[in-house]
């Protein structure tokens, strides 16, 4: 494999097998039921020639081919020759067929982030606020690039309430039972905030993304060391945080469900949608009912559904993006 080309893979969630290629510069290659596309799906909700994955400047690309079941990626469907960027821990769901992408060498560049747009407006997007505030309530600075052009200043409260969920379900996953789980991430927090009252984060050590990872194992590590056989594990007999290759999937899993779930509340609450193109996206977009179902029950044209649906799904990819690129 030369330095232009680039695997990709997907892990099949149902019984783990492993597709994969290696893509060259530009390459697209066809999934679906027949014999003669790249990847073919043994799965009769899938059709013949059901998406394409392309390569394209270091980034990769899905692209819904007219599909009679749909794609869905992260959980929002893709219109018919809609084409958006995947990375490691995405989930795509083909008919019936749910699959985990896996990208071995890395994501690839990341997106430019556009300037701050008025159609946002939420936590995630808080303005810098008086010092001696942040000095009474505590914060967390952190500096997402070298020229310091790009910085969020956030409160503890939200960051409690933005990464606790995301450490207590891997933390869960690799190993701890729930009690167990809830104290690392507690602890995981309270290391923050006893490091340092004003916290600063450089990217130029390494993205927040991964910092936060090793935090995490650090604090499970210790928890293991100091309490052996007391620690309370969930249902699995081991514990696998000194498992890299699962340790990396999981945690990328667990980072893009919060991802997600951080890009849907910040588009939802930035009040630019009404309730009813709300939940046109939510019915159609995410749960996959069909469009002149959601017409009847919403009294709204099928076109003004996939209008809303659109709309809304470009706001919360974007919000995805510009989350992952700060943030790793």
């Known amino acids: 494999m030369n330095q232009d080309e680039i695997k990709f893979e997907l892990q ?33 909700a899938v059709s013949r020639r059901h998406a394409a994955i392309r390569l394209h400047g270091g980034k990769f690309l899905i692209r819904d081919l007219g599909s009679r079941s749909g794609t869905n990626v992260n959980w929002i469907r893709l ?42 407006s939420s936590p995630e997007r808080e303005t810098r606020t008086d010092v001696d ?12 690039n070298a ?11 939200d960051f409690y309430d933005r990464y606790v969920p995301l450490i207590k379900g891997f933390a869960g996953r690799a190993g701890a039972g729930g009690e167990e789980a809830e104290d690392v991430a507690h602890e995981v927090v309270a290391n923050f905030f006893r490091a340092s009252h004003r916290f600063e984060y450089d990217a130029a050590h390494g993205r927040f993304r991964g910092y936060l990872k090793a935090a995490t194992l650090n604090a499970m590590r210790a928890r293991w060391r ?12 081991e514990v696998r945080i000194d498992d890299p290759g699962y340790v990396d999937d ?4 667990e980072w893009t469900r919060s991802v997600i779930e951080r890009a849907l509340e910040a588009v939802r609450s930035s009040g630019n949608q009404s309730e009813q193109s709300w939940e046109a996206f939510d019915l159609y977009g995410r749960r996959g009912v069909p469009a002149a179902e959601v017409a ?24 995805i993006e510009r989350i992952r690129t700060e943030e790793g």
Not at 27 to 43: A, H
């Open 12 to 44: 099949i969630t149902t019984t783990g097998a492993i597709l994969e290629h290696v893509f060259g510069p530009d390459e697209e290659l066809t999934m679906g039921r027949d014999e003669s596309v790249g990847i073919t799906l043994q799965d009769d």
């Open 79 to 120: 219109e018919d020759e809609e084409s958006v960027r995947i990375r490691t821990g995405d989930r795509i769901r083909f008919g019936s067929t749910e699959c985990l992408v896996r990208i071995p060498g890395g994501d690839g560049p990341d997106e430019e982030i556009a300037p701050e747009s008025p159609e946002i």
């Open 133 to 144: 505030e942040f000095k009474t309530r505590g914060s967390l600075l952190l500096r997402l």
């Open 147 to 157: 020229s310091g052009t790009l910085e969020r200043e956030i409160g503890w409260r």
């Open 226 to 237: 100091k309490r052996g056989d007391q620690v309370r594990l969930g249902e699995q007999d």
């Open 250 to 253: 999981v945690w990328a899993q």
């Open 296 to 319: 009847e029950r919403l009294s709204m044209s099928p076109e003004a559904i996939r209008q809303a649906k659109s709309r809304i799904s470009r706001q919360v990819r974007a919000e």
